[in-house]
């Protein structure tokens, strides 16, 4: 990335955090900002939104915006009060200190409109954009390749991914699933697909430096998780003309509508995607009917460019009002 914005002769500081402690990141970060006078600093994540609320204390000419990619995750778990407390102190700084924070989802706006002293002039909705690959071909192969993207985290809960490989493989001899990412589930994850005998029906990749060859050789793209924004993964598995079953949580109904660039299940169990995936996989047409109509999606309202636009925009209504 640094090479990328250099090339477009941008200036780049970075700060190594590994080498250094929070203070010392704190004062690099105010003496830089010092010598730059930026107008907007735009920060994402609990640790760069601290530094940057830091870096702009005693210049009120910056402008402080966030970008909240997604809820707190819990993996279906209970929230401890101690994690309740960091959120709540985390929502506050952003409603109180930062001049706008901006989602990547309307289901997330509802979810913290009126809450956290959040109002609406705080917050704003920019869907995640993403580059367009170009030269998009269908497979055609013996098989169906089914797969998902992600960390192996418990708010994936790709632990269901492998009992859907599980239930289709009885059904269907000639599928496939293959799993790009890694995490601290990976071990959990190869002994269920152990259990069930999948080993040589089920592949989990790794983290992939290249998911351009990833999902160019997927058909169909599921995803599990319990709670999503609106996840990158999923976009570009559509860009690359794949059909989504997801369920109807997060910023799912943003992305996809159900029937038309893929199915939404309402309810996460088993049975319910099944029903879904196994639709796809027999009827070929439908199968590429959603797969054009998914990558017309992306391009038409969730590109870098639109992304990037809207970003600009902001920027200018909030410097506008000095």
Not at 27 to 43: C, G, L
Not at 111 to 138: C, E, Q, R, T, W
Not at 226 to 254: D, N, Q, R, T, W
Request: with cysteine; hydrophobic share 40%.
């Amino acid at each position: 990335m640094r090479k990328k914005l250099e090339k477009r002769g941008i200036e780049v500081h970075i700060i190594e955090e590994s080498k250094h402690s929070f203070l010392a990141i704190v004062r690099s970060v105010r003496k830089s900002v010092a010598e730059f006078s930026p107008d907007v600093i735009h920060s994402h994540r609990y640790k760069e939104n601290m530094l940057a609320w830091f870096a702009a204390i005693g210049r009120k000419n910056i402008k402080l915006v966030a970008t909240q990619h997604g809820m707190p995750e819990t993996g279906g778990e209970a929230i401890s009060w101690a994690d309740r407390l960091k959120t709540g102190l985390f929502f506050r700084m952003l409603s109180c200190c930062f001049d706008r924070t901006v989602l990547v989802s309307g289901e997330m706006r509802q979810l913290l409109f009126g809450s956290y002293g959040f109002s609406s002039k705080d917050i704003a909705v920019i869907h995640n954009g993403i580059s367009i690959p170009k030269n998009i071909s269908h497979r055609n192969g013996q098989r169906v390749v089914i797969g998902s993207a992600g960390r192996l985290f418990p708010v994936k809960d790709f632990s269901l991914f492998v009992d859907l490989a599980h239930f289709l493989v009885m059904q269907i001899g000639t599928v496939d699933f293959v799993l790009a990412g890694d995490g601290p589930q990976h071990a959990m994850l190869e002994e269920k697909i152990k259990s069930y005998g999948l080993q040589e029906r089920f592949r989990i990749l790794g983290h992939q430096d290249d998911m351009d060859a990833f999902y160019r050789n997927l058909d169909l793209y599921i995803n599990t998780s319990i709670h999503e924004g609106i996840p990158m993964s999923v976009l570009e598995a559509m860009s690359y003309g794949l059909p989504v079953v997801a369920a109807k949580v997060g910023g799912f109904p943003e992305i996809v509508q159900n029937g038309e660039q893929g199915f939404l299940v309402d309810v996460r169990n088993k049975n319910a995607y099944v029903d879904r995936v196994l639709e796809l996989i027999l009827n070929q047409d439908l199968r590429l009917k959603m797969a054009k109509s998914a990558r017309k999606k992306i391009v038409d309202y969730f590109s870098q460019k639109t992304m990037a636009e809207k970003y600009y925009q902001l920027y200018g209504k909030l410097l506008s009002r000095e």
